[in-house]
């Protein structure tokens, strides 16, 4: 099982914390649990139980649950995403380039939703009502693609499409985070601190199979079953991943019988933040030539949102920029979905004797590729480059890096594209993909993991949702990116397209190289910078995800007086 700090996605880092425990009257030193042999150790870093309680809790029944929630819904959502490219062009005949728009339509709702899914969550009804709020929106829309999918109903099947997929996407992004933080406040901190960090790490695993068996199973349901008269039968597809779904709005039903009840943050983080920015700058448009002029835009806000509150905005907005240039990013990591998949249907499908592929399993070396280069890259390469060399990369390298092979991966689809046409059809075997899949799954493992990572602990302690809500943005308007430059029209082959990609990425990321260096020297400067964030709180309350709160009691034990400690999250 790999560990939490080594899996990380979206989803599960806005929950993510590491706890450890500082006594006032000692020296600062942090102590550390290892997990293997329940002994503490000091310094370094890890995941603690900070404070002995007389009585373990048990382990909660919800989380099964939960992770089997996820399993299916993942299987559910990822599936469409697999076959859906080759659904529009192939059995409603749209082109290439509308099939490409609408898919990448989907993604970026599916990415934009999660926003307004937290929102509801943290203030207003509680993450069980939204989950199953959305729920019944996500039904309606396998239906109504189940039925888009039958003979032709006398209605504009892109209206029908269009309308089935957005309803889709919109469950699937307002849940996503919903599920990944109902599961983390079913445990008690600091006793359970240690199977926090093993649901992460299985929550990730979970989700990772169910993308894997997704890129599998539809594909070999849509070649495998005839009906009405067609060589591929897509009612069966979206009937088996429908099916799905439901099987995961069931098992998040029962699971109501052992869920916690929630405490509502009294306001959304998310709100707040935006009310910040927009009355820094209202008072500064209005301001009169002669007012004083504050040191930095923001601190026009102080007076009616609290200094530290508007320092926190501050910090998030010196964070975010660090986002701007990561869209492209996305951008190239969304096509294996569609153009990468369209270049999979011009090639040989055939593995070896005996074992043929359909071309929209070809993405499935994606995930195969991603977990064997994490404990590759975590056990082998990582050691000796800091026993050899003493060199051990640091986050924001390691995402210029991950950029890097992301160009590679795109400068390879294009060679072999090029390739392709100029032999003979389906005569250029699809294992000649392989080299892109493992540039693409390299940026992945460099670039999208230790970025979200790095951006989750640098924020502050109050904004770890707000930092979340900005990722999921940026693989929103990567998507947005794709389906833009789809519509321009501006390349006459795919090849040329590719090509550019691959240069829009460099340029990205030397953009992002330069912000970085700015960002680490000036926080550097003023004392402030570590790649490794310690935040002090408030023994009151710790933040877990999107403002939900543990209270003071589940880090306090019995004999243990409330003024001689205070709790250190360490991420």
């Not at 790999?2 to 993510?16: C, D, K």
């Not at 019988?257 to 209202?282: D, Q, T």
């Not at 975590?378 to 986050?395: A, G, H, S």
């Not at 833009?484 to 501006?490: A, D, G, N, V």
Request: net charge positive.
């Amino acid at each position: 099982m790999f560990r939490a700090s080594q899996l990380a996605s979206e989803e599960t880092l806005p929950a993510l914390g590491l706890l450890t425990i500082k006594d006032d009257n000692e020296p600062d030193i942090t102590s550390q649990l290892n997990l293997k042999t329940g002994k503490l150790k000091p310094g370094g870093y890890g995941l603690v139980t900070v404070l002995r309680s007389h009585r373990r809790p048990k382990y909660p029944i919800a989380i099964v649950f939960i992770l089997m929630t996820k399993l299916f819904e993942a299987f559910a959502a990822n599936g469409i995403r697999t076959i859906l490219a080759l659904y529009l062009r192939d059995d409603l005949y749209f082109s290439e380039s509308l099939s490409t728009v609408l898919l990448h339509v989907f993604n970026f709702f599916g990415q934009f939703c999660p926003i307004f899914g937290a929102i509801l969550a943290d203030s207003y009804i509680g993450n069980i009502r939204t989950i199953n709020g959305f729920y019944i929106i996500y039904a309606f829309g396998w239906i109504l693609l189940v039925f888009t999918s039958l003979p032709y109903a006398g209605v504009s099947l892109i209206f029908l499409v269009s309308v089935s997929l957005l309803l889709i996407a919109i469950g699937n992004g307002s849940t996503r985070a919903c599920v990944t933080s109902l599961g983390a406040i079913q445990f008690q901190l600091p006793d359970q601190a240690k199977q926090l960090a093993e649901y992460f790490s299985l929550y990730y695993l979970i989700y990772y199979i169910g993308i894997f068996l997704s890129k599998i199973i539809p594909p070999m349901i849509r070649a495998n079953t005839y009906c009405y008269n067609k060589n591929e039968c897509y009612p069966a597809v979206f009937g088996t991943l429908g099916s799905s779904f439901f099987m995961a709005w069931i098992t998040f039903s029962l699971g109501r019988l052992y869920y916690k009840s929630e405490k509502l943050a009294e306001e959304s983080i998310l709100i707040k933040f935006y009310g910040c920015i927009k009355h820094a700058l209202r008072k500064r448009w209005n301001r009169k030539a002669d007012d004083k002029k504050p040191s930095y835009w923001l601190h026009y806000a102080v007076g009616r949102y609290e200094e530290s509150f508007v320092s926190d905005v501050a910090k998030v907005l010196k964070l975010v920029k660090l986002f701007l240039p990561l869209p492209i990013y996305f951008a190239l990591l969304a096509q294996q979905d569609s153009s990468w998949t369209f270049q999979a249907s011009l090639m040989n499908t055939t593995i070896v004797d005996g074992l043929t592929i359909q071309p929209d399993q070809a993405k499935a070396m994606g995930p195969i590729f991603l977990f064997i280069l994490i404990p590759l890259w975590q056990y082998v390469v990582r050691p000796l480059l800091k026993f050899l060399f003493k060199y051990e990369l640091k986050p924001l390298h390691s995402v210029t890096v991950g950029g890097v092979f992301s160009a590679l991966s795109f400068i390879s689809a294009g060679i072999l594209q090029r390739y392709i046409f100029s032999m003979p059809y389906k005569s250029v075997n699809v294992m000649w993909q392989v080299p892109q899949f493992i540039c693409i799954m390299l940026g992945e493992l460099l670039l999208s993991i230790p970025g979200l990572q790095f951006a989750f602990t640098q924020a502050p302690a109050s904004m770890k949702s707000v930092v979340t809500a900005a990722w999921f943005l940026n693989n929103a308007f990567g998507n947005l990116i794709v389906v833009i430059i789809t519509e321009l029209h501006m390349f006459r082959t795919q090849s040329d397209e590719f090509f550019f990609y691959a240069v829009m990425m460099v340029v990205s990321i030397v953009l992002y190289t330069y912000l970085a260096y700015d960002y680490e020297l000036r926080q550097y400067e003023q004392s402030d910078y570590q790649v490794s964030m310690e935040v002090v709180v408030a023994a009151e309350k710790i933040p877990l995800i999107n403002g939900k709160q543990q209270t003071r009691e589940m880090v306090q034990s019995d004999d243990t007086p409330s003024t001689s400690k205070s709790t250190l999250i360490k991420l």
